[in-house]
């Protein structure tokens, strides 16, 4: 890891950059796991979970059995000690489900992948400074989920990362020279083509239990670099990165008509960006979901992870479904707090809306 950093450097360095390129020591930033509102209210589970509302990020299998077209909006709100999310606006959770003939469903959905907030020291040959990095990247998915059977459906479709990051740079020199004119502020922009990702899920429906899984691959794009300079003075060049596959599965059961218990299990291979490398690991999470009414939904939650964005982490989550007038619309609140190392925290406020329409006449 070490060469491939110095040698990252130094091509960048040659293709007109000085100082020579440095990558943000957070990598791609702050990560955080998709999904929409019931499935972090019960704690992440949602892959073998069957939902009409939401597109599931873990298993799009999962709404096979949506009758209503629906289109879904939500936002999330942070009180946390990670300084990349603190104050910071992001994408808002999208999700469009639309059921077509033949038993087809198109799906699309559209998420936050991480946040970027660092600010780094630089230093080269010649002098030193630092750079404030800021920026994210997104997560969308596209595909469609054909049910086979009453109880059976499969989904196929693409996942797709994306990004960008801006880096403003104040460097001084140790020894300013008379000949060669010294560039004391910069900004070096980050830029992550689309790198898509075919995504294949599979769902069992029974009226006691369900079960899921998916499974995304590898996804490979181009990163370019382009730095500007006081004037009208550029440099760029491009780099080749992939972000790994992961592996989503999951299981839920009715132990009575109106309690729902499940369980997901997440991996991902380790994810080395921008000279940062995120370990290799996995999350496994609980929930469970109790129907007072036909309208009415209480959940609660409970994750754990291994490796992965926080090591060691563990979140509880609640929150509560409201579903208006036979399904046309709902509303959803939810509520979790994560603790990680030795004393960091985050506590967020997750609320989304839905709209749906029956187009079909079903």
């Not at 209503?68 to 992001?90: C, Q």
């Not at 020279?177 to 830029?191: A, K, W």
């Not at 599979?202 to 382009?226: C, H, P």
């Not at 380790?270 to 929930?287: D, F, I, M, P």
Request: aromatic share 10%; net charge negative; charged share 15%.
């Amino acid at each position: 890891m070490i060469m491939m950093n110095l040698l990252f450097a130094y091509l960048i360095s040659v293709s007109g950059f000085t100082p020579g390129f440095q990558p943000p020591s957070c990598g791609i930033g702050a990560e955080t796991a998709g999904g929409g509102v019931r499935a972090f209210s019960m704690g992440g589970v949602s892959a073998g979970t069957a939902d009409s509302s939401m597109v599931s990020g873990a298993n799009p299998a999962a709404s096979a059995w949506a009758v209503n077209t629906g289109f879904s909006w939500g936002m999330k709100a942070r009180e946390t000690e990670d300084l990349a999310w603190s104050s910071a606006s992001a994408f808002p959770d999208i999700s469009v489900i639309m059921p077509l003939p033949l038993d087809l469903h198109f799906s699309a959905s559209l998420s936050n992948r991480s946040r970027m907030n660092r600010e780094d020291t630089i230093v080269f040959d010649n002098g030193s400074g630092t750079i404030q990095w800021t920026g994210g990247s997104g997560e969308s998915y596209v595909g469609v989920t054909a049910r086979v059977s009453e109880q059976l459906a499969f989904s196929l479709g693409g996942k797709c990362f994306f990004g960008s990051a801006m880096g403003d740079a104040e460097t001084s020199p140790y020894n300013p020279g008379t000949v060669v004119p010294v560039t004391t502020t910069y900004r070096d922009d980050l830029s992550f083509s689309p790198s898509w990702g075919p995504v294949f899920g599979a769902f069992m429906n029974t009226k006691y239990l369900s079960a899921g899984f998916s499974i995304v691959t590898d996804r490979a794009g181009e990163l370019t670099v382009q730095r500007h300079y006081m004037g009208n003075s550029t440099a760029d060049t491009t780099f080749n990165y992939s972000v790994p596959g992961e592996l989503t599965a999951g299981v839920s059961a009715h132990i009575h008509p109106r309690v729902l218990v499940g369980v997901d299990y997440f991996a991902r291979k380790k994810l080395s960006l921008l000279g940062s490398t995120t370990e290799e690991g996995s999350y496994l999470a609980s929930g469970i979901e109790i129907s007072p009414s036909a309208s009415f939904r209480i959940r609660g939650g409970y994750r754990t992870m291994n490796g992965l964005w926080r090591d060691g982490a563990s979140r509880i989550s609640g929150g509560v479904g409201y579903i208006l007038h036979r399904g046309i619309a709902s509303m959803d609140l939810g509520v979790g707090y994560e603790t990680w190392g030795a004393d960091e925290s985050e506590t967020v406020l997750f609320v989304s809306i839905r709209v749906s329409e029956n187009w079909l006449g079903r």
